[in-house]
C-alpha cells in the first residue's frame, strides 16, 4: 500500500527556516515523482516544487523559487523541502503527493496519491 507521511511543520518568524520530510512506503521512488503542495485557508491548494525520479528534473513554483530546495534520501525514501527565508504568506498546511508517472509537474491532478499534511505558520 503506498503511504506518504509529511512532517516538520510548526511555528517560526518571518526569515526562518523548516524543512519538511515526506516518508515513502510502499513503493520506491524509481519511476514515482514526488511534489510538495500548500494549501492556505480559503485558497486553492497549488503545487509548490516537485522532483521526477524518471530524469532529476525538479520544479519549483515562482513564489518560492530561490527561497525553497526539494531533496530526496533514497536510501530512507525520503523527500525533503528545504524552506528559508519564511514570508508569512508562506502559511498553509503543506502536503507531499506521488505521482507514478514519474514525470511529475506542479499541478495537483496529476498526482495519485497524497499524504496527510503538515502545518507550517510563519508570523510577521
Known amino acids: 500500500e503506498v503511504q506518504l507521511q509529511a512532517s516538520g511543520g510548526g511555528l517560526v518568524q518571518a526569515g526562518g527556516s523548516l524543512r519538511l520530510a515526506c516518508v515513502a512506503s510502499?513503493?520506491?521512488?524509481?519511476?514515482?515523482?514526488i511534489g510538495w503542495f500548500r494549501q492556505a485557508p480559503g485558497k486553492e491548494r497549488e503545487g509548490v516544487s516537485c522532483?521526477?525520479?524518471?530524469?532529476?528534473?525538479?520544479y519549483y513554483s515562482d513564489s518560492v523559487k530561490g527561497r525553497f530546495t526539494i531533496s530526496s534520501d533514497n536510501a530512507k525514501n525520503t523527500v525533503y523541502l528545504q524552506m528559508k527565508n519564511l514570508k508569512p504568506e508562506d502559511t498553509a498546511v503543506y502536503y507531499c503527493?506521488?505521482?507514478?508517472?514519474?514525470?511529475?509537474?506542479?499541478?495537483?491532478?496529476?498526482?495519485?496519491?497524497w499524504g496527510q499534511g503538515t502545518k507550517v505558520t510563519v508570523s510577521s
Open positions: 510502499g513503493f520506491t521512488f524509481n519511476n514515482y515523482a
Open positions: 503527493a506521488a505521482d507514478d508517472t514519474g514525470w511529475g509537474s506542479l499541478r495537483r491532478d496529476e498526482y495519485n496519491y
Open positions: 522532483v521526477s525520479f524518471n530524469d532529476g528534473t525538479i
